[in-house]
């Protein structure tokens, strides 16, 4: 899908992300996925702020990608509410560089399914990663019963042309693909969420 199109989808999408961050949608495994993030942390897609609550924020100085405005607004508002310093960049994370080794974690939460080459991605969150550091992922891509695989395949043209994103990716295989070390891995709702907690490859 062209980006821009993909920018403008998910800037109408935004106030029903926004509504989901007031809900807390998903909020049990954002949670657990979140506990222990510290030092400089880089979110990437993080949309209308979802996991901000789960920050311990004087643990953690936080830097916020995503490429539609609209989210970013949303998130602002919501950083503000619960009184957060936050360093919102406006990019699609895959034309973005940073330098090497610049974050102590990355967080990434529900983005992999929208990106052209999410492999690359996780490579840059790799190398964007300190040595010793950590990446927290909670994903969604394909279950573990070969019928909802084949359903999730079926669909997969209609799921990225409404909502942007892909039902069909092997979170499992595009982490350790992307070279990251997987050291725990949860998975959730016949196996189509991933919670998964990783280091980068290159290891001081």
């Given amino acids: 899908m062209d980006k821009q199109k993909l920018i403008r989808k998910f800037d109408k ?17 954002r949670k657990k996925l979140l506990q222990g993030v ?15 609550p789960y920050y311990e924020m004087d643990k953690v100085r936080l830097t916020a990608v995503d490429f539609s405005p609209m989210m970013l607004q949303r998130a602002r508002r919501i950083a503000n509410e619960l009184h957060m310093q936050v360093h919102f960049i406006e990019s699609d994370i895959e034309a973005l560089d940073f330098q090497e080794h610049s974050f102590d974690c990355v967080v990434s939460t529900l983005s992999l399914c929208g990106y052209d080459d999410p492999e690359q991605v996780l490579r840059n969150i790799s190398r964007w990663c300190k040595p010793g550091g950590r990446v927290y992922l909670l ?66």
């Avoid at 892909?166 to 949860?186: A, C, D, P």
């Fill in 38 to 52: 510290q030092g400089d942390v880089l979110e990437i897609a993080v949309g209308a702020g979802a996991n901000f």
């Fill in 139 to 204: 994903e969604h891509g394909l279950g573990k019963n070969p019928v909802l695989k084949s359903a999730q395949r079926l669909l997969n043209p209609v799921a990225r042309k409404m909502s942007g994103c892909h039902w069909n990716r092997n979170i499992e295989q595009l982490v350790t693909s992307s070279g990251l070390r997987i050291e725990r891995m949860e998975r959730y709702w016949n196996g189509m969420i991933h919670l998964i907690w990783a280091r980068p490859e290159l290891q001081g």
């Fill in 13 to 29: 999408q935004s106030a029903m992300y926004e509504e989901s961050t007031r809900k807390r949608m998903m909020g049990k495994w």
